[in-house]
């Protein structure tokens, strides 16, 4: 039984720990954003739900890059002519979650006032998939 449990994560290691460290920087994606939130309306700034969310969005795209190259992608060279190609297009397609992922929390929370926890949730289930694609298609991708 632990054979065929070890046999499947060595044929999935690379998505498990996609999800894995996906799903700490999930976390740390709510724990700046909620608290943001609250604070950002105590002191009445608004948009209060996007202003919070591009600001846990910098926090959370450094430590996804952080964990993502030498766990998940195996890339371990921190020279800087892999890490400034890899990092700028790391950045790169993380922008473009950041823009689809912001447009829906202005129009679901800022907007028709819907709950931030929930649309965070529901927007970070397609971050994530359209984060681990672009990761693995263009900034990780394994030279032949």
């Known amino acids: 039984m632990i054979k065929k449990l070890l046999n499947i994560y060595y044929r999935h290691e690379e998505a498990i720990a996609y999800l894995f460290f996906?799903?700490?920087t999930t976390v740390v994606?709510?724990?700046?954003?909620?608290?943001c939130e609250h604070w950002l309306k105590v002191c009445g700034i608004e948009p209060s739900g996007l202003?919070?969310?591009v600001?846990?969005?910098v926090v959370a795209v450094a430590f996804a890059f952080l964990t993502n190259k030498p766990f998940v992608f195996k890339s371990h060279d921190?020279?800087?002519k892999v890490l400034w190609p890899e990092l700028s297009k790391f950045?790169?397609?993380?922008v473009g979650s950041l823009v689809l992922e912001s447009a829906i929390i202005f129009v679901t929370v800022d907007l028709l006032a819907w709950s931030l926890f929930w649309m965070k949730l529901v927007t970070?289930?397609?971050v994530v998939i359209l984060n681990y694609i672009g990761s693995k298609l263009l900034?990780?991708?394994k030279k032949k």
């Open 22 to 24: 996906g799903g700490l």
């Open 29 to 35: 994606n709510y724990v700046v954003c909620l608290p």
């Open 51 to 53: 202003i919070s969310n």
């Open 55 to 57: 600001i846990a969005w």
């Open 78 to 80: 921190w020279s800087a």
């Open 91 to 94: 950045l790169g397609c993380r």
């Open 124 to 126: 970070n289930v397609m």
């Open 139 to 141: 900034v990780f991708r």
